[in-house]
């Protein structure tokens, strides 16, 4: 069951990271402050959420040292968030591009980090296309580009195969990349199937879903719920289908649910709940707040919780089942 605790008595929003992070492709190019503005805004209400943002100049980081003023303006802003992850995106061909080119491209975007002006540091890479396939030679290439990124201070390895790795690989793919996108495929696709059988047992917190093609109605928060449920490395949805938009995100960001004894937020007694908190609480499926000195708040279409003799508040949202989860 999804849960999260309201705790009462410091000061200040607590920044504790969900377990399940927001995969965010960011292919769009910052022509000024605006392009990336929903990202900006997703992370700075959302703290207790992990963003990881693969950016992608040229598909890869471009010819250039460095890239240009708007694009090192845009990264900098990213990185200006405690929750943000800036990851780099370079494609492998499914493991039939040259790997020298593969590792220039790595060095390019291991360099930003000697950039002075601004803070525009790679976390880590995103190495799209990937191979799925039990075969040693593909495995071994995998490997290689990883170990690449990761000595040259890019520490966090993305593979994306798209879909469920083969049989007998899930072991050495997983342990050489820290997340591996499982399912990137339509909304409508992702209603047809069962997720368990899309994503490598024993792997789920090292794997992600991607989204696309999802319209802003559909039902995002039955995904991300089911996401978080299922304990899943990353989730993201988005309406579009080439990551140019990031207009989803704020949906996205707002389905997410704490997990279980995370800390979403703090105040004194009588004050207001931060806003981050109210519109987390109204915009999931929970229907009872429980607590020490109140029995049941009805917290339907709540826009402002005060809170008076409260010490703590148990929200307990009604977990998700997936349309076809019995089907298994
Ligand atoms: C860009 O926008 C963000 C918020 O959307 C803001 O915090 C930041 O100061 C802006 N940067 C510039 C250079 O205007
Ligand atoms: C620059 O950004 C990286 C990645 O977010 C971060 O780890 C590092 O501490 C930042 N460096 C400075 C000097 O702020
Ligand atoms: C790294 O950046 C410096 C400039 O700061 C440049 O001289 C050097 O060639 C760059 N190296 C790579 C691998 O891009």
Do not use: C
Not at 2 to 11: K, P, Q, R, T, V
Not at 250 to 273: E, M, N, P
Not at 290 to 303: D, E, P
Request: aromatic share 10%; net charge negative.
């Amino acid at each position: 069951m999804l849960g999260f605790s309201y705790i009462l008595g410091a000061l200040s929003l607590a920044s504790v990271v969900s377990s399940t992070a927001i995969l965010l492709p960011l292919y769009s190019w910052p022509e000024d402050n605006s392009t990336w503005s929903p990202v900006y805004k997703a992370a700075a209400a959302h703290p207790d959420i992990l963003f990881q943002v693969i950016v992608n100049p040229d598909s890869g980081p471009g010819e250039t040292t460095y890239p240009d003023d708007s694009y090192i303006a845009s990264v900098a802003q990213l990185n200006s968030y405690s929750n943000v992850e800036v990851i780099g995106y370079i494609p492998t061909g499914y493991g039939t591009r040259d790997i020298s080119s593969i590792k220039t491209a790595i060095a390019t975007y291991s360099n930003w980090s000697s950039y002075k002006a601004e803070n525009i540091t790679i976390s880590g890479i995103f190495f799209d296309e990937a191979p799925r396939t039990n075969d040693d030679t593909l495995i071994s290439y995998m490997q290689e580009v990883s170990e690449s990124a990761k000595s040259s201070s890019l520490p966090t390895v993305v593979f994306n195969p798209g879909t469920k790795l083969e049989t007998g690989s899930a072991a050495e793919y997983f342990k050489a990349a820290d997340l591996i996108v499982e399912f990137e495929n339509s909304y409508s696709t992702w209603t047809s199937i069962v997720p368990a059988d899309e994503i490598s047992d024993t792997y789920y917190d090292k794997a992600a879903i991607l989204l696309y093609s999802a319209p802003l109605t559909a039902d995002y928060e039955a995904v991300v719920h089911e996401a978080q449920g299922m304990g899943l490395g990353a989730a993201y949805l988005t309406n579009g289908d080439d990551y140019k938009t990031a207009d989803s995100l704020s949906k996205v960001a707002a389905s997410f649910v704490q997990a279980d004894g995370d800390t979403v937020g703090s105040s004194s007694a009588g004050s207001t709940l931060p806003s981050a908190v109210v519109s987390t609480v109204a915009s999931t499926a929970v229907s009872t707040v429980a607590s020490t000195a109140v029995s049941t708040v009805t917290v339907t279409a709540v826009s402002t919780v005060t809170l008076t003799a409260i010490s703590t508040v148990t929200v307990t949202a009604v977990p998700f089942q997936h349309a076809n989860a019995q089907a298994k």
